[in-house]
């Protein structure tokens, strides 16, 4: 109940008043929680799939004498959260780390990436998404970078804090090659960022941390990071999205079947609760070798012949 209450907005302590706890104990279940909802979503979420378009937005969050930066991705098609990066600059790195996160997900096919007219995007996206080609003779293998990524930004111009103007403009690949991969994740041709923005003012709305005017202000950037990925779990597995529902007619009456982004990108097969998404147990890593200079001793290749292959 806790958890829940947290992943709503619910300030700490008004847990502690109502609930009559310690406010270290409650804390201490966000750390935890946040862990938990990080390693489920790197474990099913962070996995290769045709992603077709992705959008990327980042977040700006006021926090007790500082400002902080949430970079977050979305797949189009499904809604499903890809993961986000908190940095205390907006700069190359914050934007290098959430496009690795994107290519952790994404398979080597058509891909369009859509943005706003942040000018480091295309430096990270060429920079991330390369693979080693193949080399005659000695030295290192020259990376390339993919033929089937498309980037396209969407500029919006402001006045009086109103939008004035939106430039749409295609930055690589044409656009014959975009238009067809809007086609396929969405009903509407004309690229756009709507879906990102979406996620990011759910975010505002649920974290009270993430309001542009609060007295809820976090005193720590790890309290931020916790926040974004306990509700980013609960986003993608636990909360029905109304534009994913699907109509089904029996006995001449519409039904329609509620779905999570994770039923929409086959993760899941049914609405996660809470409780479940706590009590999911990700396995441990593959065990790999620690690499060492030199040749290696009799012990460590006995080790690996009995466990490099399980």
């Known amino acids: 109940m806790v958890v829940i209450l947290l992943a709503f907005g619910c300030p700490v302590k008004a847990i502690v008043a109502a609930l009559s706890l310690d406010e ?14 990080r390693q489920v979503h790197e474990h099913l979420v962070e ?3 045709d992603l077709r378009e992705v959008q990327c937005d980042e977040l700006r969050v006021k ?3 500082k400002i902080v930066w949430v970079a977050t991705a979305i797949w189009t098609q499904t809604r499903l959260f890809l993961g986000g990066e908190v940095s205390l600059s907006h700069d190359r790195y914050l ?3 959430l496009i690795r ?13 859509v943005t706003d007219g942040l000018r480091t995007y295309k430096t990270a996206i060429g920079h991330i998404f390369r693979e080693k080609v193949a080399s005659i003779g000695r030295g290192r293998r020259r990376l390339s970078e993919w033929v089937e990524i498309n980037y396209a930004q ?3 111009r402001y006045k009086e804090r109103r939008v004035v103007e939106v430039e749409r403009r295609v930055v690589k690949d044409s656009q014959e090659m975009v238009e067809s991969l809007r086609h396929k994740a969405s009903e509407e041709s004309f690229i756009k960022t709507s879906f990102v923005e979406g996620l990011n003012a759910t975010f505002r709305q649920r974290l009270s941390r993430f309001v542009r005017r609060t007295r809820a202000l976090a005193k720590r950037t790890e309290t931020i990071e916790e926040a974004m990925w ?7 597995f636990c909360t029905p999205h109304e534009s994913l529902r699907i109509c089904i007619v029996k006995d001449q009456q519409k039904h329609y079947v509620q779905r999570t982004p994770a039923m929409a990108s086959d993760i899941t097969d049914h609405v996660w609760s809470v409780k479940e998404l706590m009590q999911y147990r990700v396995p441990p890593e593959r065990w790999k070798p620690q690499k060492k200079r030199g040749r290696p001793s009799i012990a460590l290749i006995n080790t690996i012949q009995r466990w490099g292959n399980q």
């Open 63 to 65: 926090m007790q004498g």
């Open 101 to 113: 996160r994107v290519r952790l997900s994404a398979l080597k096919l058509p891909l369009l990436i």
């Open 154 to 156: 969407v500029i919006k």
């Open 47 to 49: 996995r290769e799939r």
């Open 230 to 236: 306990l509700f980013g779990s609960i986003y993608n």
């Open 24 to 37: 270290r104990a409650v804390s201490d279940w966000q750390e935890r929680a946040a862990k938990q909802s």
């Open 95 to 97: 934007i290098t780390r």
